[in-house]
């Protein structure tokens, strides 16, 4: 299994809260991308990272927000959480980024926003 | 927009059956995977087809690619209780000079013994 975990695995938080959520990989990968998972959905990228420092945008990126200061570590802030952002957050990493390539999975967290 | 959709959404079956699941887009990939889903884990590849009309067996599994590479199938023969789990198609595509990701909205397969 790819060395990936997440933290927290769940967490509860009010409307209003600002929440981060941290990927920490022992890979060594470069690439790394958070994606929520919705019913009906599947799973839609919300932000990816190429390098240390180096950020973009995914598919449904408003109100989230990321860093990366090491290549280890991915982090997800949600400034002010909504009840839309109750979702359970995934993120994944690659060795190399091609339209081939596999993705490893870290095991999740469950974010529920009241 | 929905760029792949799977169908079916749900399927339950009994142990011992044979299943299909389809996954289809009206855009072209170079490539599409199936990743398997148990619950509260991350996806886990099972497979990428790459050609047109290419089959790729795994044991009672079985993969095929679309001729014209907008299609795949799943197909499952005697399924089994540990076959339980969703099921997602997805492909590359590239945006802005990058690979993404795009997932299929799911199968969600029961296996009952």
């Known amino acids: 299994d790819a060395g990936i975990t997440q933290s927290p695995r769940h967490k509860v938080t009010e409307t209003g809260t600002p929440v981060t959520l941290r990927c920490h990989q022992t890979?060594?990968?470069?690439?790394m991308y958070w994606y929520r998972q919705d019913p009906g959905h599947g799973l839609r990228l919300i932000h990816y990272s190429y390098g240390v420092k180096d950020t973009d945008k995914g598919e449904v990126s408003d109100g989230y927000s990321v860093s990366r200061s090491k290549t280890e570590d991915f982090l997800l802030t949600l400034e002010s959480a909504t009840s839309s952002q109750t979702s359970v957050y995934f993120c994944?990493?690659?060795?190399?980024?091609?339209?081939?390539?596999?993705?490893?999975f870290g095991p999740g967290t469950r974010l529920t926003v009241l | 927009t929905q760029l792949l959709e799977q169908s079916p959404q749900f399927l339950s079956i009994q142990e011992g059956e044979n299943l299909t699941v389809y996954c289809n887009s009206s855009?072209?990939?170079?490539?599409l995977q199936w990743y398997r889903q148990e619950p509260g884990e991350g996806p886990v590849l099972l497979v990428t087809v790459v050609t047109g009309g290419e089959v790729k067996k795994l044991k009672r599994l079985t993969f095929q690619f679309g001729d014209a590479r907008k299609d795949s199938s799943l197909h499952i023969t005697a399924a089994q209780p540990g076959d339980t789990g969703l099921y997602l198609c997805?492909?590359?595509?590239?945006?802005?000079?990058?690979?993404?990701?795009?997932f299929g909205t799911g199968t969600r397969l029961l296996v009952s013994p």
């Open positions: 890979e060594n990968h470069r690439y």
């Open positions: 994944a990493i690659s060795p190399v980024i091609s339209s081939y390539n596999e993705q490893f």
């Open positions: 855009s072209v990939f170079s490539s």
């Open positions: 997805a492909g590359y595509v590239r945006d802005t000079g990058f690979q993404k990701l795009v």
